[in-house]
């Protein structure tokens, strides 16, 4: 293969091998969770009923064969050795495949994207558009507007089953390691004590949720490393005392042996060897916790072999034991050594408990990536861990989530079932990134359409393989995640597709600057004190919200400000780049445009952090805004709006000085902090609420001659911060024409609005204080 076939967009940083040793370890308890306890259920699931352990070993030497080639092929080579290069600024999963493939070719849905977004540090490209050429490849997906939708789809399938895997995996998994207690107990004893101890493990689970995992986080990669190492002693003691020839299986032609026996029961118990592959998607997924060279070593050096010898192990005692219990199937514990086979089952049961925890949280990140992504309707966002990035709990997802799995465990009551839902999951979730990946190599990483090609047979047919063995267990429990699929994906459809029809309508009606000039005459329109914030997901005009606000109240405030909080397809924004400011009108009307963009990962600041930052930027693009003009003449023509003279200010100005020619003749300084106007410039409170905190921010302004306007209109910003400030947003109400289809009356008019009215409201969302809140109600007619 190509030596450069993964080379990423961007050479990557040698980090110190102490700190790769470090992010390595803590990676086993992050990353390796759900792949690590793998080997409780993937024998037991694939022995369940399709196929018989014989005499002749050909069933346990094929699945040893099936497990370990497939261990190569997938995690190995084509997640650790390719998919793991094509990072998004450090970041992994499907979001980040998707964010890649919108920057790179012009196919992403998402409303009020800019030509300034592409300037961001972030959003970097491999080849600048005007030398890297078009292939036919993008030409065609930019042209065909469905192709579009399809791209979107497929990410949210992969969505919607990580979901589904965040059900299924943690009942699957405590549900296996409890099992362990079937050997110490009878069958009756054994039905009436796994199903209550696997519940209330999984209640006792998702009830700390919401206390983070940054308290106890350390003990995962302790325990996940005492399981590995477990897994490998009892592996390599098994293969010793047992069948020391064991390694043969590892040969493909006993794959061949394996499905020329077994045939048709052969094929449908792959579904349950496709489980060794759970939790091989953490490790890009959770990529921006760590970095490439780390997981790389903790897989390879650790995990790998761990995993191996335990599926050998378990392989060399099956293959001298033939006539074993029914009621004990195949599983893990069964060779197990009796001696230490009660301190195993508490280690496995702590192991699941944190493989658990990060497909959990693996959920929670990938619902919060598509509501960034206008994809899933709000909910409440709590971030745990003011050190640790990325740590987010949702509270009405994490009881959803509870309810699922005590209902999934109950209802099912055997790994086999369970084993067939969450392996068509998974395996879904493997294709939709090899699909996406395949348009990675072609798009961003300017590969011959051939590697593509190569890369979709080679690993697309062996998952495809795999998918299709799950998809016949339809009515044996695969029909659970595809239930939950069509579900989610029925409401995260109708919430994009009636959330961009809604962005249209604004767009529609929007109003001209002149006619917001124009009020003051007409209606004889009051300035009263303080700021007015109006949120619109409008980049440029009017939004029909405030014109229906002042319309009605013909009043507002002294200083307004149009606010867009959007979202653009990179990971991250850095601080320094998250605002864009320009005027609204003449400098006179005192009314400006702010917006603030946020990646998919980012997080979202506090009211009070945002209203400060808001306004510390309002006063450097003031400070900047009267530097960068160059007369009265130019002053007087720029009385309108003018998209491009929007400009990038940093979220913290009060933390670096803006030092412009110290040769500027009266140079002085302005500065802030308790709302005090002093002769050498403004002062502003640090919060309009509470105790005013001491900040200051000092940056060169013109000679006085030059600055006497802009003072003055710093001092109005002043008193209007001190007076209050109030966020003005929309309250929306959605309606279908009366010759719109019966589909669309119930999508749009039935399913959205009860969404809208069930999940959390735009000012949960903003983080809008509820005293300051000024709703406007809003029809819009789709």
Same mark, same amino acid.
């Given at each position: 293969?190509?030596?450069?076939?993964?080379?990423?967009?961007?050479?990557?940083?040698?980090?110190?091998?102490?700190?790769?040793?470090?992010?390595?370890?803590?990676?086993?308890?992050?990353?390796?969770?759900?792949?690590?306890?793998?080997?409780?259920?993937?024998?037991?699931?694939?022995?369940?009923?399709?196929?018989?352990?014989?005499?002749?070993?050909?069933?346990?030497?094929?699945?040893?064969?099936?497990?370990?080639?497939?261990?190569?092929?997938?995690?190995?080579?084509?997640?650790?050795?390719?998919?793991?290069?094509?990072?998004?600024?450090?970041?992994?999963?499907?979001?980040?495949?998707?964010?890649?493939?919108?920057?790179?070719?012009?196919?992403?849905?998402?409303?009020?994207?800019?030509?300034?977004?592409?300037?961001?540090?972030? #959003?970097?490209?491999?080849?600048?558009?005007?030398?890297?050429?078009?292939?036919?490849?993008?030409?065609?997906?930019?042209?065909?507007?469905?192709?579009?939708?399809?791209?979107?789809?497929?990410?949210?399938?992969?969505?919607?089953?990580?979901?589904?895997?965040?059900?299924?995996?943690?009942?699957?998994?405590?549900?296996?390691?409890?099992?362990?207690?079937?050997?110490?107990?009878?069958?009756?004893?054994?039905?009436?004590?796994?199903?209550?101890?696997?519940?209330?493990?999984?209640?006792?689970?998702?009830?700390?949720?919401?206390?983070?995992?940054?308290?106890?986080?350390?003990?995962?990669?302790?325990?996940?490393?005492?399981?590995?190492?477990?897994?490998?002693?009892?592996?390599?003691?098994?293969?010793?005392?047992?069948?020391?020839?064991?390694?043969?299986?590892?040969?493909?032609?006993?794959?061949?042996?394996?499905?020329?026996?077994?045939?048709?029961?052969?094929?449908?118990?792959?579904?349950?060897?496709?489980?060794?592959?759970?939790?091989?998607?953490?490790?890009?997924?959770?990529?921006?916790?760590?970095?490439?060279?780390?997981?790389?070593?903790?897989?390879?050096?650790?995990?790998?072999?761990?995993?191996?010898?335990?599926?050998?192990?378990?392989?060399?005692?099956?293959?001298?034991?033939?006539?074993?219990?029914?009621?004990?199937?195949?599983?893990?514990?069964?060779?197990?050594?009796?001696?230490?086979?009660?301190?195993?089952?508490?280690?496995?049961?702590?192991?699941?408990?944190?493989?658990?925890?990060?497909?959990?949280?693996?959920?929670?990140?990938?619902?919060?990536?598509?509501?960034?992504?206008?994809?899933?309707?709000?909910?409440?966002?709590?971030?745990?861990?003011?050190?640790?990035?990325?740590?987010?709990?949702?509270?009405?997802?994490?009881?959803?989530?509870?309810?699922?799995?005590?209902?999934?465990?109950?209802?099912?009551?055997?790994?086999?079932?369970?084993?067939?839902?969450?392996?068509?999951?998974?395996?879904?979730?493997?294709?939709?990134?090899?699909?996406?990946?395949?348009?990675?190599?072609?798009?961003?990483?300017?590969?011959?359409?051939?590697?593509?090609?190569?890369?979709?047979?080679?690993?697309? @047919?062996?998952?495809?393989? #795999?998918?299709?063995?799950?998809?016949?267990?339809?009515?044996?429990?695969?029909?659970?995640?595809?239930?939950?699929?069509?579900?989610?994906?029925?409401?995260?459809?109708?919430?994009?597709?009636?959330?961009?029809?809604?962005?249209?309508?604004?767009?529609?009606?929007?109003?001209?600057?002149?006619?917001?000039?124009?009020?003051?005459?007409?209606?004889?329109?009051?300035?009263?004190?303080?700021?007015?914030?109006?949120?619109?997901?409008?980049?440029?005009?009017?939004?029909?919200?405030?014109?229906?606000?002042?319309?009605?109240?013909?009043?507002?405030?002294?200083?307004?400000?149009?606010?867009?909080?959007?979202?653009?397809?990179?990971?991250?924004?850095?601080?320094?780049?998250?605002?864009?400011?320009?005027?609204?009108?003449?400098?006179?009307?005192?009314?400006?445009?702010?917006?603030?963009?946020?990646?998919?990962?980012?997080?979202?600041?506090?009211?009070?952090?945002?209203?400060?930052?808001?306004?510390?930027?309002?006063?450097?693009?003031?400070?900047?805004?009267?530097?960068?003009?160059?007369?009265?003449?130019?002053?007087?023509?720029?009385?309108?709006?003018?998209?491009?003279?929007?400009?990038?200010?940093?979220?913290?100005?009060?933390?670096?000085?803006?030092?412009?020619?110290?040769?500027?003749?009266?140079?002085?300084?302005?500065?802030? @902090?308790?709302?005090?106007?002093?002769?050498?410039?403004?002062?502003?409170?640090?919060?309009?609420?509470?105790?005013?905190?001491?900040?200051?921010?000092?940056?060169?302004?013109?000679?006085?001659?030059?600055?006497?306007?802009?003072?003055?209109?710093?001092?109005?910003?002043?008193?209007?911060?001190?007076?209050?400030?109030?966020?003005?947003?929309?309250?929306?109400?959605?309606?279908?024409?009366?010759?719109?289809?019966?589909?669309?009356?119930?999508?749009?008019?039935?399913?959205?609005?009860?969404?809208?009215?069930?999940?959390?409201?735009?000012?949960?969302?903003?983080?809008?204080?509820?005293?300051?809140?000024?709703?406007?109600?809003?029809?819009?007619?789709?």
């Amino acid at each position: 293969m190509d030596p450069e076939f993964g080379v990423g967009m961007a050479p990557r940083k040698r980090e110190p091998w102490r700190t790769t040793l470090l992010l390595a370890y803590q990676s086993l308890g992050v990353v390796y969770g759900d792949l690590s306890i793998s080997p409780l259920y993937v024998y037991k699931s694939t022995f369940a009923e399709d196929i018989k352990h014989s005499e002749t070993n050909e069933e346990i030497f094929g699945a040893l064969s099936f497990v370990f080639w497939t261990l190569t092929l997938i995690p190995l080579l084509k997640y650790v050795s390719i998919v793991l290069r094509a990072d998004d600024n450090g970041e992994g999963g499907t979001f980040a495949l998707y964010s890649l493939i919108c920057r790179h070719a012009n196919v992403s849905l998402l409303p009020n994207r800019q030509v300034a977004d592409e300037e961001l540090s972030t #959003y970097k490209l491999e080849c600048p558009p005007e030398v890297s050429e078009k292939s036919r490849i993008k030409v065609w997906l930019e042209k065909h507007k469905k192709l579009h939708t399809a791209l979107l789809v497929m990410v949210m399938i992969g969505t919607c089953m990580v979901i589904g895997d965040g059900v299924l995996t943690p009942a699957l998994s405590v549900f296996s390691a409890v099992s362990g207690l079937e050997l110490s107990l009878s069958k009756d004893q054994h039905e009436y004590a796994v199903i209550p101890i696997t519940c209330s493990i999984l209640v006792f689970l998702f009830a700390l949720q919401h206390y983070g995992t940054h308290r106890v986080g350390f003990l995962f990669a302790p325990i996940i490393l005492s399981w590995l190492l477990c897994m490998s002693a009892i592996g390599l003691y098994n293969i010793i005392h047992w069948n020391p020839q064991v390694y043969q299986a590892l040969n493909p032609y006993y794959m061949l042996k394996f499905l020329k026996k077994t045939r048709k029961s052969g094929w449908m118990s792959l579904g349950g060897i496709l489980l060794c592959m759970t939790g091989s998607e953490a490790m890009f997924a959770d990529l921006g916790h760590f970095s490439y060279s780390s997981i790389q070593l903790a897989f390879t050096s650790l995990v790998y072999p761990s995993l191996i010898l335990g599926y050998m192990g378990q392989a060399a005692y099956l293959s001298k034991h033939h006539n074993l219990d029914a009621s004990y199937q195949i599983g893990f514990y069964i060779a197990v050594p009796e001696s230490v086979r009660w301190p195993v089952l508490v280690l496995a049961i702590l192991a699941s408990v944190v493989g658990s925890q990060a497909i959990i949280s693996g959920t929670f990140s990938i619902i919060n990536q598509s509501q960034s992504l206008s994809c899933f309707p709000r909910v409440k966002v709590v971030h745990t861990s003011d050190k640790i990035h990325g740590q987010i709990y949702i509270p009405e997802v994490n009881w959803m989530l509870m309810i699922l799995c005590i209902a999934v465990t109950v209802g099912f009551r055997n790994t086999k079932r369970m084993g067939n839902a969450s392996g068509l999951a998974v395996i879904t979730v493997m294709l939709v990134t090899t699909c996406l990946m395949s348009l990675v190599i072609m798009l961003c990483w300017h590969r011959s359409p051939a590697w593509a090609l190569v890369f979709l047979l080679l690993f697309g @047919s062996i998952e495809a393989l #795999y998918f299709s063995a799950s998809l016949i267990k339809f009515l044996e429990g695969a029909w659970l995640p595809i239930l939950l699929a069509l579900i989610l994906l029925a409401v995260m459809f109708v919430w994009h597709h009636t959330t961009i029809k809604k962005y249209e309508f604004d767009l529609h009606n929007k109003v001209t600057l002149e006619w917001l000039l124009a009020l003051g005459d007409k209606l004889g329109m009051v300035r009263v004190p303080g700021i007015g914030l109006v949120y619109t997901d409008l980049t440029s005009g009017v939004p029909a919200n405030f014109c229906r606000f002042v319309t009605n109240l013909p009043a507002f405030h002294r200083v307004l400000v149009f606010v867009c909080v959007k979202s653009v397809p990179v990971p991250h924004v850095l601080p320094a780049e998250r605002y864009l400011v320009g005027r609204v009108g003449p400098p006179g009307h005192r009314s400006y445009r702010c917006i603030v963009r946020y990646g998919y990962r980012d997080v979202h600041q506090d009211v009070d952090s945002f209203e400060t930052e808001l306004v510390e930027s309002l006063v450097t693009f003031i400070k900047l805004d009267a530097l960068f003009r160059c007369s009265d003449a130019e002053r007087r023509d720029s009385s309108y709006e003018r998209e491009n003279a929007l400009t990038v200010i940093g979220s913290n100005p009060l933390r670096r000085h803006l030092d412009y020619d110290d040769s500027h003749e009266g140079a002085s300084s302005v500065e802030m @902090s308790a709302g005090i106007y002093s002769p050498n410039g403004i002062e502003l409170a640090a919060s309009a609420q509470g105790p005013a905190i001491k900040k200051q921010v000092r940056f060169a302004a013109a000679s006085p001659r030059v600055d006497e306007r802009v003072l003055e209109e710093l001092h109005e910003l002043c008193e209007a911060r001190e007076a209050g400030t109030a966020f003005i947003l929309g309250h929306s109400h959605v309606q279908t024409k009366p010759e719109s289809s019966l589909l669309k009356k119930l999508a749009v008019g039935v399913g959205y609005n009860f969404l809208r009215r069930n999940c959390r409201g735009p000012d949960v969302a903003l983080r809008v204080p509820p005293a300051s809140l000024l709703e406007v109600g809003m029809v819009y007619v789709l």
